[in-house]
């Protein structure tokens, strides 16, 4: 079945430093979303990317489809400890259901 | 979100029971989704539904069933609980009326515990 790898599993980072997170498909993915959970809390959609090669920012946040739509990335500049959780990706392919990346806990030392 | 209420929040159970879990949101959306999550697994799609008569199984629906009761209600059931179904269980909505995927809005998660 369709698999999404997200690496890296966790990341811990100085305040004020940049955070990537990477998810990966061996199929060509229809769109991605990205979703961040605070510790206890549920997840929360940030945004969906659906074109190829596509690019989109919220604030500090820089979201990336790859080209080849198998592929996309999650980068934060300069951290804050708001942006404390763990960020998951989640990808359809030609279907409605979503399979979820294994996500990238982050966590920001001030 | 405040839209998608699950309950309960927090049970514990032995093996063997029963045991429902229960979702209704007010958000007006056709589709419904149980996940469950467990450390360094992320989510997993147990069930979804689409709208009130169609039901799907996820990546892991053994040892699971689900009703879709109205459009605003979806319960999940462990038929007989066994302790490899502890992990946080969340549920998830999102709006099928728009020709495309749309975000999912999840409720605060139900926390279960089989000893």
């Known amino acids: 079945g369709q698999q999404v790898m997200q690496i890296p599993q966790y990341q811990h980072v100085q305040e004020g430093e940049d955070f990537t997170t990477y998810c990966n498909s061996s199929?060509?993915?229809?769109?991605i979303q990205w979703y961040k959970q605070r510790p206890g809390g549920h997840p929360v959609f940030l945004i969906q990317?659906?074109?190829?090669?596509e690019v989109k920012k919220q604030k500090r946040l820089t979201f990336q489809f790859g080209e080849a739509k198998k592929n996309s990335s999650l980068h934060i500049t300069a951290t804050q400890t708001t942006d404390v959780g763990t960020y998951f990706c989640?990808?359809?392919?030609?279907?409605?259901?979503?399979?979820f990346g294994t996500g990238t806990r982050l966590k920001v030392l001030a | 979100d405040a839209d998608v209420t699950q309950t309960p929040r927090n049970r514990i159970t032995k093996t063997g029971k029963r045991i429902m879990l229960e979702c209704s949101q007010t958000?007006?959306?056709?589709?419904m989704y149980w996940y469950r999550q467990d450390p360094g697994l992320g989510l997993r799609l147990i069930y979804y539904?689409?709208?009130?008569?169609?039901?799907n199984k996820g990546e892991i629906s053994d040892g699971y069933s689900v009703s879709r009761q109205a459009q605003a209600k979806f319960s999940l059931s462990l038929e007989s609980a066994i302790p490899n179904q502890t992990a946080l269980y969340f549920c998830?909505?999102?709006?099928?009326?728009?020709?495309?995927?749309?975000?999912?809005?999840f409720g605060d998660g139900t926390r279960l515990s089989i000893l």
């Open positions: 998830a909505t999102s709006d099928g009326d728009r020709g495309r995927n749309q975000p999912q809005h």
């Open positions: 199929t060509t993915l229809s769109n």
């Open positions: 990317l659906v074109k190829s090669g």
């Open positions: 989640a990808a359809t392919s030609g279907t409605y259901k979503y399979i």
């Open positions: 958000k007006g959306h056709d589709r």
């Open positions: 539904s689409f709208d009130v008569k169609d039901i």
